[in-house]
């Protein structure tokens, strides 16, 4: 169900040769088109089927990813960084069947739609980057990436990390864009270990170079744990978050 926002009108669409569900749907900026996962097929072991996208008007369906079960399980965190290109993850699976975050399924593809499609694994390698980068978020202008987990910024373009813009040692989570000279990192209590900003939501400047706690829990439970999907409006003056 795709939801106007303006005027709160609904409208189902249908996801042709899909699996049972869709999920990590995602629109791009111009809103034309959105981006899902398709899961489940029937089978236990066949939950993540593949990264599709289709036009908003329900038409251009397409197919950019299929799973085969061998090389990656899952998809994650697909997100667009302007109308033509994505970036996205693969996950692996352990043999315990948990998911394989690890080494290479932590780097993730940024890939232009207008390119033809890779017809092979092989093919895929050439869009993958070579930093490890997840949990990402996308600047407004889609010039720069926010890898949360590790606490650094990549230009969209070169795809290298910004030399004077590595939080590893103190930041790294959960990440969002509150504008294009803002993000903000929702740190869990785990990472990066001795790092003042532990359990807190904070906000990275990085044209004035400063951070600041926006929220903190560290006072008010015992156990605390804030819930690492943080949104901002589109405007920056707006943050949404569960605890």
Known sequence: VLVDVKTGVEESIRVPNSGEYVTFLHVSPDDSQFMFVEEGNGRPDDRHVGLSIMNVDGTGYRRIYTLDHKSAFYMDRPIWIDNNRIIFLIRGQTPDGDRDFDGDFNKPFIYDIRDPLPQSF???????????CSHV????????????????????????MIADQDYSSQLGSHAAFTDDARISFTQQHTRPEGSPYLGKVVIVDWVRRAITSLVSHENRYEKYHIQPNFHTSHDGKLGVYVT
């Open 122 to 132: 092989e093919e895929w390698l050439e869009y993958r980057l070579k930093m490890q």
């Open 137 to 160: 978020a996308v600047s407004p202008n889609g010039e720069t990436i926010g890898c949360g987990s590790e606490g650094y910024l990549l230009d969209s373009g070169t795809k290298e």
